[in-house]
């Protein structure tokens, strides 16, 4: 009997906070509370700025060219003059390596802004339309997302010429299947609710209940897959530059910074270790950020 | 009778996408900027044989009927997806004594063996850690585990690679660098190729073992008086070891992706490298035989894990 008066009796309910009350008000709010919880994600959002800081100005930082060269000093280690040693033509590891991830970035940010274009004008119409529409673009998709598309991105650069924006367009143009899904599961859940009703009885265009009722309600989740995208997009550039496909010499990209460092291993180590590390520092700060992301616009996701 | 339609419908879908595939990838190098002619064989005969202009737009329009390249676009891709799907791709650009079916021959054993060592090892040691990682939550394994495979994850698998290699082979010697002649050269490659898949798997399996041990059937194995292992090998463990199928087919796709790069750290003659030296010399007819064989890999591959799928789970086997 004990156990059936517990399950009858009425929970005590506590009076909500005056921060739980603001957190129900407002979705971005709540969202940058559980955020700042989070100390790995606030770290690397800090040493995010700071990268993008760093990738804005880097032509008036940089300690020299990327291109420029000093034959005296090839090979040195780092030093006062070159902090973190100069490669075999004598140029600045410092100034290259701030260089890479001023392109890496631009890659990042480029890349993903073009997979936001495609990836939610095709996933909105298949999620909206339904039906013979719906079909088909989830077909592209499903194939795309089951297929290596990195093989891809190297024929469109092959095809397309090595340089930064064919390398921007190769990865967005490729990449956008991930988002369109999501973006359409999200839609078609919403696009039966009861304020995307009433918009419609008013005489809402569809175009217009799109942008103003659905798209507004997944910007959470498209976020946070694009802050995935951006580490992804970087490893895609830097892994073609690693092969040798990627942006031309002089030009320096981790990868290709990487796939020297290799080469003189044994002799130079400075030149393998510094892009490697910085390499994985900034691939993880990028992904423990996106991590961050999704824990706050998803808090059922945390396991 | 469900079953064979399944397969039958996705093996439509296969062989549509490989067309799809074929198409795009002939139209994308039709519309490319300067052919396989004029980048190499045009530059280095005529200047070492210092040939006429008529003589190089004779030796051009040989080149072009042998590869049949003076055909309409279409006609092209027709041939090709017909020679495709018999197997049957004539010479390559950069080769032309040798047909691309023999080299792919040679290659091929070679990639489905660094793949499938690697998704056993990432399965194999992928799948305990998430379950000890699940099982002793919050504490320092967890956290171990999981940052190790945060990193697995987040750093691609040639910096990796790198690192191996100095490791084992520059500092302590155990195991070669480069090459494919025997099993302790496969270690380091499949170690480093199976790793991302490895985190991946082990992320997923702890996720989805948590999520398991909350259900309402869990909390009833124990009300029933089940032990603590009883209910997590019994009940648990079944239910959330399905779920990874279903991961196991992107895996797939990564897993290629990062052949590309071990099999050129580690000079591994597969078909990663096969299509790296084609994208490189441009290399066109190499370049779409190695894109198709490799899609028709990862396709095959995910039917495969799509009908173990449907086997384990017997939601689907009732239908």
């Not at chain 1, 950020?289 to 059922?300: E, I, R, S, T, V």
């Not at chain 2, 079916?101 to 040691?125: G, Y």
């Amino acid at each position: 009997m004990n156990f059936l008066k517990n399950l009858f009796k009425k929970r005590d309910i506590k009076p909500l906070t005056e921060e739980e009350l603001l957190m129900r008000q407002n979705y971005w709010f709540a969202a940058w509370q559980r955020f700042k919880k989070n100390r790995m994600a606030v770290i690397s959002l800090y040493f995010i700025i700071l990268l993008l800081l760093l990738a804005i100005f880097t032509p008036l930082i940089a300690p020299y060219h990327y291109a420029e060269q000093h034959y005296e000093y090839a090979f040195s280690r780092p030093n006062s003059k070159f902090w973190f040693g100069a490669d075999d033509n004598g140029r600045d590891l410092l100034s290259r390596l701030m260089y890479a991830s001023r392109n890496a970035i631009t890659v990042g940010l480029g890349s993903q802004f073009l997979v936001l274009i495609i990836g939610v004008i095709l996933g909105s119409i298949a999620g909206f339309r339904g039906g013979r529409t719906d079909m088909i673009i989830m077909r592209v998709v499903d194939v795309m997302l089951s297929f290596p598309t990195f093989l891809f991105n190297i024929i469109l650069v092959t095809v397309l010429g090595r340089g930064l924006l064919t390398i921007i367009l190769a990865i967005g143009v490729v990449n956008w299947a991930g988002l369109a899904r999501l973006v359409r599961g999200q839609i078609m859940v919403l696009k039966n609710a009861d304020f995307v009703e009433a918009a419609r009885a008013i005489g809402a265009k569809d175009s217009h209940i799109i942008r103003k009722y659905l798209l507004p309600n997944t910007l959470g989740p498209i976020i946070v897959s694009m802050a995935f995208g951006i580490p992804g997009a970087i490893w895609i550039e830097s892994g073609m530059s690693f092969l040798g496909m990627g942006l031309p010499p002089p030009m320096p990209s981790w990868g290709d910074l990487i796939g020297q460092g290799v080469a003189k291993f044994l002799g130079y180590p400075h030149l393998l270790i510094w892009p490697a590390l910085s390499f994985a520092l900034v691939l993880l700060a990028f992904t423990f950020f996106a991590d961050g992301l999704q824990d706050a616009f998803n808090p059922k996701s945390e396991v | 009778m469900n079953l064979i339609i399944f397969i039958l419908k996705r093996i439509g879908t296969i062989v549509i996408s490989l067309v799809c595939i074929i198409a795009i990838t002939y139209i994308l190098m039709w519309l490319a900027p300067g052919n396989f002619f004029d980048i190499q064989r045009f530059s280095t005969a005529a200047q070492s044989s210092q040939l006429t202009a008529e003589q190089v737009a004779i030796l051009q329009r040989k080149f072009e009927e042998k590869y049949g390249l003076n055909q309409p676009l279409w006609k092209q891709i027709l041939r090709f997806t017909f020679d495709a799907f018999r197997f049957k791709f004539g010479p390559s650009f950069s080769n032309p004594v040798r047909t691309i079916e023999s080299m792919i021959a040679e290659r091929f054993p070679v990639s489905l063996t660094l793949t499938l060592l690697s998704i056993s090892f990432a399965l194999i040691v992928g799948i305990p850690l998430g379950i000890i990682a699940a099982l002793k939550r919050n504490t320092w394994i967890d956290y171990f585990t999981m940052g190790l495979s945060m990193f697995g994850q987040v750093i691609p698998s040639f910096v990796i690679a790198v690192f191996f290699v100095f490791i084992f082979s520059v500092q302590f010697r155990l195991l070669p660098t480069t090459g494919w002649d025997g099993p302790r050269y496969m270690v380091l490659p499949v170690l480093t190729l199976g790793l991302m898949t490895m985190s991946g798997i082990a992320r997923f399996m702890r996720a989805s073992l948590l999520d398991s041990l909350r259900q309402d059937y869990i909390r009833t194995a124990y009300a029933k008086g089940g032990t603590d292992r009883a209910v997590i090998f019994g009940h648990a463990l079944k239910n959330s070891l399905i779920p990874i199928a279903t991961i196991l087919g992107p895996q797939i796709a990564y897993l290629l992706v990062g052949a590309v790069f071990i099999e050129y750290l580690f000079r591994i003659p597969g078909m990663g490298q096969l299509f790296v030296n084609a994208a490189g010399a441009r290399d066109y007819p190499l370049l779409v035989t190695s894109t198709y064989v490799l899609s028709l890999m990862v396709m095959i591959m995910n039917l495969i894990v799509d009908l173990i799928y449907m086997f384990l789970d017997p939601r689907n086997r009732v239908k």
